[in-house]
């Protein structure tokens, strides 16, 4: 406990602080239909409503009762679906937002198994786990291996449970299986834990980032929160890929979790191969139609050839980052195709970034210098975890920050394919 402690510390020493404003505590409470939770606010509530136009009959997903200046909320499931609660204080402001998600029941028994089976991971808590569909989904930071093996483990966990029957629609046919929900562990370890203890190694694995984005300035408002945004970033080990927006929760948490699956997939049938056969560099390809785009990862082994389609991305996901780049939708997807492939050759096949300049070249050199002895397969993903907390801490920000969004000059991508 200790160590993660002096972590977290380490971490938030070697950064610049932001000056927050006031916002709002912002809590999930998980239901089903026909169930019922109480929650407890921080503050008494003098009101409490919904978005305009959010939760109307006959469309309500949730009904919810309480006293006016008392702090309990009875919260009742109608209906899949997600909707929030804005509890005004006697204050006059908006103090907290309780976002109510309402799912099969099945899916809020596995959200509660991942809520209990994490309260004791320093950087994890309920607000850490996210539902999307039947995938429950764990972000976050953890500050050892030990911490996030124990969110890795909830995956295999998930896979082994019995999986409930969809009743019967005719007698004396069986019963169809129903697919378990699944858990996604999401969670990204702190670089300071490869670079202070490099003896316990280090996994790189695709990570997720969720962050709501509010509109408006100043005092938290109603409107605002009905045209909240959420951004979802990956990153591979310590090197962000990609980056979508979307104002529902579940879908982009959805694809973005498939996409992590897919590509730890190849990633582990990548390694397969390499093992038993003579493997060429990985090639990352970006197609497009209608608008929408499409990341495919593909390899060449002997004779054969592999791969696999990674993610769909529409333009709805695409435009906050295209605008905020300035240089278009199909430059920045291909910027982040030659982001994930640079990142992959540096962890998995301890070579020179090709694609990415600069960007990338820092931390390679970084890596080379504090690699324990040569830098190869076997030392790159220490070496290069170890190389980035050196930047960081020399910076006191993250050097990667605006990676995403500000492909450099020099950057010629390729036609991208129809």
């Known amino acids: 406990m200790m160590m993660r402690r002096f972590l977290a510390l380490s971490m938030l020493l070697s950064a610049a602080l932001p000056v927050l404003g006031q916002q709002p505590i912002r809590k999930t ?104 569909g039947r995938q429950v989904v764990v972000a976050g930071t ?51 834990a490869p670079a202070i203890f490099p003896q316990q190694g280090y996994l790189p694995r695709a990570s997720l980032a969720l962050n709501e984005v509010v509109s408006g300035q100043g005092a938290v408002s109603e409107s605002a929160e009905r045209q909240s945004t959420w951004v979802a970033t990956v990153k591979l080990g310590q090197v962000p890929v990609l980056t979508l927006s979307s104002p529902s929760r579940a879908p982009l948490v959805g694809r973005v979790a498939d996409f992590s699956r897919k590509l730890s997939k190849a990633i582990d049938e990548w390694k397969v191969q390499a093992v038993a056969n003579r493997i060429y560099p990985t090639t990352l390809q970006v197609r497009s139609a209608g608008g929408a785009y499409s990341l495919g990862m593909t390899w060449k082994y002997d004779q054969g050839r592999f791969g696999d389609s990674l993610i769909q991305m529409s333009p709805q ?35 020179r970034p090709a694609h990415t300049g600069n960007a990338l070249n820092d931390l390679y050199q970084n890596a080379v210098k504090l690699a324990p002895a040569a830098f190869d397969r076997a030392s790159a993903p220490v070496a290069v975890a170890r190389g980035y907390f050196a930047m960081r801490s020399s910076s006191g920000k993250d050097p990667f920050e605006e990676l995403l969004v500000r492909p450099p000059a020099e950057f010629q991508p390729p036609a991208i394919a129809p």
């Open 29 to 132: 409470i998980v239901v089903s239909p026909g169930d019922q939770v109480v929650h407890t606010t921080t503050a008494q509530i003098a009101t409490l409503a919904t978005p305009a136009g959010t939760n109307q009959p006959p469309n309500e997903i949730i009904r919810f009762e309480f006293d006016q200046y008392d702090t309990n909320i009875l919260i009742r499931g109608v209906k899949p679906g997600e909707v929030k609660l804005l509890v005004e204080g006697t204050d006059q402001k908006i103090g907290e937002v309780v976002t109510a998600v309402v799912v099969e029941p099945a899916v809020a028994e596995r959200y509660r198994f991942a809520v209990s089976s994490i309260a004791g991971i320093e950087g994890l808590g309920a607000e850490s786990v996210h539902v999307a």
């Open 142 to 192: 953890v500050y050892s291996v030990a911490d996030l093996n124990r969110c890795i483990a909830l995956e295999t966990q998930s896979a082994a449970a019995p999986s409930p029957a969809a009743p019967a629609r005719r007698k004396g046919r069986k019963p169809p299986a129903t697919p378990a929900p699944t858990i996604t562990c999401l969670a990204s370890l702190s670089p300071a």
């Open 317 to 351: 996901e695409l435009q906050a980052a295209s605008m905020q780049s300035g240089g278009g939708s199909d430059r920045l997807v291909q910027w982040w195709a030659a982001l994930l492939q640079d990142a992959f050759r540096l962890y998995f096949m301890a070579l």
